[in-house]
């Protein structure tokens, strides 16, 4: 039996670029991972193709399918469902091949709790970093910078803590590259390696 797969999941705040940065990996042609298309009850929009963007199904489909115990995670965002099928993720770790998703942070931590050895990457817009710094250089002067965006980015910034890595979307290119990088060492790590020696040097 193949090695199970590994899941990679991508997420972050809204409006961060999580779509640009994800349709910019798999055009790199490097991507040998395989992308899970997420199932949602928002209207296509214009040059979306049901089955390559996403799966658009109805209100009563989607709520049918949660019945059902047919998705991974799923949340409603905007007044839509967005959600991960079940069944295609499952098969395809189980052929030994690594699934990457691209979803908002409460289907994200939805997966963390289903699935613990998952890979989490944080995307991150660069202003939050400044931000950071300048809350912490600050000091007692905080409240008087905070204003309704800050708020928001400060809740951002603490969702952070939830993931694995934190990449930062300076430039599409850049972040592309950082999200290799980090599926490229993941594969390293020894509890994912580990399993095919088992397999020659037997247990002892
Ligand atoms: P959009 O409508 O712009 O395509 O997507 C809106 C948000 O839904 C984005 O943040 C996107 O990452 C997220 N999203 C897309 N697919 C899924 C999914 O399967 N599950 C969850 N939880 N969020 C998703």
């Known amino acids: 039996m193949a090695k199970r797969g590994m899941l990679i999941v991508l997420s972050g705040p809204s409006g961060v670029g999580k ?3 994800r349709k910019a990996l798999f055009e790199t042609g490097a991507a040998d991972f395989s992308y899970s298309i997420s199932m949602t009850t928002r209207k296509p929009r214009e040059g979306e193709v049901n ?6 199904v109805s209100k009563e489909e989607f709520e049918e399918n949660i019945r059902n115990g047919e998705m991974l995670e799923y949340a409603k965002y905007v007044d839509n469902y967005y959600g991960t099928p079940l069944k295609y993720v499952n098969e395809t770790l189980d052929q030994g091949k690594d699934v990457f998703l691209e979803i908002e942070v409460n289907g994200a931590m939805q997966v963390r709790a289903n699935c613990p050895d998952a ?10 970093m400044e931000l950071e710094h300048r809350l912490i250089g600050r000091g007692t002067d905080a409240m008087d ?3 309704k965006r800050i708020k928001k980015a400060v809740g951002e910034i603490r969702m952070m803590r939830n993931y694995d890595y934190a990449v930062v979307n300076d430039e599409v290119g850049k972040a592309v590259e950082r999200i290799q990088t980090i599926i490229r060492s993941e594969r390293l790590r020894v509890t994912r390696v580990m399993p095919d020696y088992e397999q020659m040097i037997g247990d002892e």
């Open 51 to 56: 089955g390559v963007d996403y799966y658009f």
């Open 145 to 147: 910078v905070i204003n």
């Open 19 to 21: 779509g640009t940065v």
């Open 119 to 128: 890979v989490f990457v944080f995307l991150t817009p660069p202003d939050l």
